[in-house]
């Protein structure tokens, strides 16, 4: 069973390359096919290896699959470890990829690069499978690098359009340029493991950091602060957050398989990987826990303020996977992992609902402009052509209730479950996180604890908020343009995927519910400190009042008094004023990137482009020193050297040839064939002359 | 009997006149003549020598050398034909293309 592991690369990468060589010759449907059973093939894969790890006792199992670099006492090989940690995710990433891989091809319908786009996806869960199933840190990094590759390619899939048609590829390279800085703070953390470990296997540096925690506090502290740094940039956190709200500019199923669900969850799965070390270091988890909690409550404050569909559930996952991050840095493993799978299912059910929206307004906007044209016939210069209305924007849409249906029920269950109402799955894996909040703060009575526990319910009951003004906005109250009035439902390739995910969304919490705890007894496997944190009703009770109250709220402001049309300002905006722009200007952190980091950087480029390599090297080094110095050598070779000596010399020896056969050889030559005639009997007398001697 | 040296002294003679006769006439006709007597006067040294030595082979060599000489002056009267058609002279001075 074991041995199977490796295919589970080995189906997407066939399907990669199916796509690859015959997609330019293949329909729609056969790329698609094609691309959702390798991604299928290895979720059925993935399913295997819990029988595996049954069968095993639960015990890691490793794979080689070759070797990579072997140099001295340095040994990294390929290889795959199974254990119930990565077999979670392998499970997550091949599943929630499977739906999505379906939901796009009704998604991508009749796009230009329809191949080229599930070639892209299957790469995503290729390398997305290395990264959870490597044996390595290096691995680990491999396939960090490879989504991250994956996510700009995919951010800058329409690199045509967006602002000035350039907008989209300018979102991937931001989101490529910030993970970098994360990527530089994970490069040097696995310098600093090798260089005190001499290994980077998980299974060794895990085991020296049990065995010699003692002695190593401050290296784990270093590596750990190194290691949040990464996971900051990957999983969206302060200060790093700012590339995924941008990273929207992809397609929808991008957004919910990698910008909801999968990739950015990397930073937590690798937290909790390396949940030894970060045990050793409590400056760090408390680090973590902080971080993680400020993300959770400020990309919720921002959440309140946006318009557009996709950036509030961009705003949304950067909170939610703060909730995670700091349950992992409160030590509570199983509750973020927990957490992590909930809000895959919910979130990516979210995504796709309003991929569904999106698609739904775009016909509808389709629908109502041929409707226009036919009412006015030809007259193109009248009146009723009105702007291009973007069918992201939240302020044009409404009532959808009725036209969408299908598109409006699953939403609605995705939106009450990430808002954590009880029995959906994000109330449990939420109230789990709060459980170890109030544990570490109110039990252990450490002061974070507290903090992170005031935060996150702050950041709980701002998610029931947006959400609930978000589901008011899009699916209430009366169309407020003509393209929401035309929307319609969308074909069974996009709608089931979401049943799925409604349905998991709905059960999700039955994964470790409390007093059974399977997600907890599953991964304790893993790491023997995994453990579940047991219900705790009073912080249930809390929570869930709280959300109650927000979602009370939400309905007052936004259902009690609906927006007027698409260009009246939010109901808020009256109450909150500034605050409420604040917010909306997303704290103005890009302006402050944007003002302090970019200005310098750019000053700094310039002043190598402009005044060093162009003034200084290219102008006084090129132009002048080097250039003079090859005119004056020139001229010095080809005036005295090459045409005072060498050519002199030629024409003189030329003339010294042609002297001698005017004055010598030419008055031998009489013509007179008497004078031959002598020559010839001198040279007889010559030759027989010498004879007579010899 | 006459010595031998009688016989080669004659055809040095003989070779001398011709060698001059090269070298000093213009009449192509007259230069032609010359060379034949260079060429009979070696005949007359094989011969002297073939008797000399009591062989043949002198002898035998005298043939052959008639022989070439006669395709010789076949050969020689047809070129002086051809520049006597051409020049109207058979004056070999006026025939120096060959000048430097």
Redo the contacts between chains.
Sequence with gaps: MFKLVPLILAFPLAGMLINTVFGRWLDEKRIGIVASVATAAAFVIAVLQIVALAGNHFHAETVLLADWITIGDMYLPWQMRVDTLSVTMMILVTGVGTLIHIYAIGYMHEDLRFARFFIYLNLFVIMMLVLVSGGNYLMLFVGWEGVGLCSYLLIGFWYDKGDDNVGNARAGRKAFVVNRVGDLGILIAMFLIFGAVGSLQFDDVLHFFEHHGAEVGGLATAITLLFLVGAAGKSAQIPFFVWLPDAMAGPTPVSALIHAATMVTAGIYMIARSAPIFSLAPVSQIAVALVGAGTAVMAGTIAVAQWDIKRVLAYSTISQLGFMVAAVGLGGYVAGMFHLLTHAFFKALLFLSAGSVIHGVEHGAAASESAARGVAGEDHSSGAHHPHCDAQDMRNMGGLKDRMKLTFWVYLVGAVALAGVFPLAGFWSKDEIMADAWQVGMVEGRWHGVAVYVLLTLAAIFTAFYMTRQVVMVFFGQPRSSAAEHATENPPTMTTPLIVLAVLSVLGGALNLPRVHTLGRWLEHTHHFFHGMDFNLSVALSSTVLTLAAIWLGVRVYHRCPLENATAPDQLQGVLGPVFNFFQGKWYVDELYAATIMRLYEWKARFLAFQVDWDFWHDFVHDRVIAAAFRGAAAALSGPVDKGGIDRFFDGLALLVRAFAVRI??????????NY??GV?LGVIAVLGMMLVN | MIPTTYYLALSALLFSIGVVGVLVRRNAIIIFMAIELMLNSANLAFVAYAHEFGTLDGQIMVFFVMTVAAAEVAVGLALIVAIFRSKASIDVDQVNLLRG
């Excluded at chain 1, 050889?665 to 008497?674: D, E, F, N």
């Design positions: 050889l030419r008055p031998l030559q009489t013509g007179y064939v008497r005639a002598l009997m």
